[in-house]
């Protein structure tokens, strides 16, 4: 199979086993790379953001994809040919476009692209920032599921500024974990600025730390409103003495929404800590 890619360009290998259609959902992917079932140029890699170029190959199972330079030339549906003697999937000599078999389309994926790169620069930044200003975080996270607290400890010597976090996904967690108190909830609702402020006091004297996040959201698809539509999130941090909040309204997908919460936490802690 052949993906094509601008020569100057990058992309993960999560996306790519995505965009390729060989994993149905990106909670399946990382499973399958954490778990050693995937190969980039012939070496196991269980980093799901492991950057790809022009010339890299990837393989996972019987898959066999290789990256290529450029658009590719338009090639019509009925040149399709699929050869799975040598299980390996082929269109023609012309190569195979993004997309699924059978509905192949070009598109170069730079909105998730460039997310990936905003998360990798920022999170690098900050570890880097935490670690030299020697100050303690922690973070509670609801729509995001985890995924702030994932990408912390992904750098080595993160535990020198990370003290823990919750994922208070449920009401009942807010209230017992981070002490929301029942009647915020009642009143502006899990996904409001002033559940997100008291997620982030609470998780901040929780863990004692110098800073900390809080996220609550609608990562959809379904559960948004007319007041609340999905992509709805509200960010809280804390930073020494002062609380910072925000709205946000995120589109995308699911995926794509949580990244985009996270990138908004991470550069929010980024820029007060710099002032």
Known sequence: MKFWIPGDDTIYLFQ????????????????????GLVSVNEQVTTEQRTELKVGDTVRFKEHHIKIIESDPPKVSQSEDTYDTRDKEIKRSDKGVLHGKVKKWETKQL????????????????????????????????????????????????????????????????????????????????????????????????????????????????????????VGTVFIAISITDKIIHNAYNFTGDRDMIRKKATLEMLKLILTNIQN
């Not at 909105?111 to 973070?139: A, D, Q």
């Not at 997100?196 to 559960?223: C, H, Q, W």
């Open 110 to 229: 730079k909105p998730e692209i460039e997310i990936e790169k905003g998360l990798k620069k920022t999170s690098r930044k900050l570890h880097n920032i935490l670690i030299n200003i020697n100050k303690t975080i922690s973070f509670a996270e609801s729509c995001t599921g985890g995924m702030i607290q994932e990408i912390i400890t992904s750098y080595s010597g993160s535990s020198n500024y990370f003290l823990g976090g919750i994922v208070s996904y449920s009401n009942k967690a807010k209230i017992k974990l981070l002490k929301v108190k029942s009647l915020t909830l009642k009143k502006y609702g899990a996904v409001s600025k002033e559940t997100a402020v008291e997620m982030v006091k609470g998780v901040r004297d929780l863990f004692n730390s110098d800073y900390a996040g809080a996220v609550t959201g609608i990562a959809g698809p379904t559960g948004g409103s007319e007041d609340k539509p």
């Open 16 to 35: 790519i086993l995505k965009a390729a259609s060989l994993l149905d959902d990106y909670a399946q992917i990382r499973q399958v790379i954490k778990a």
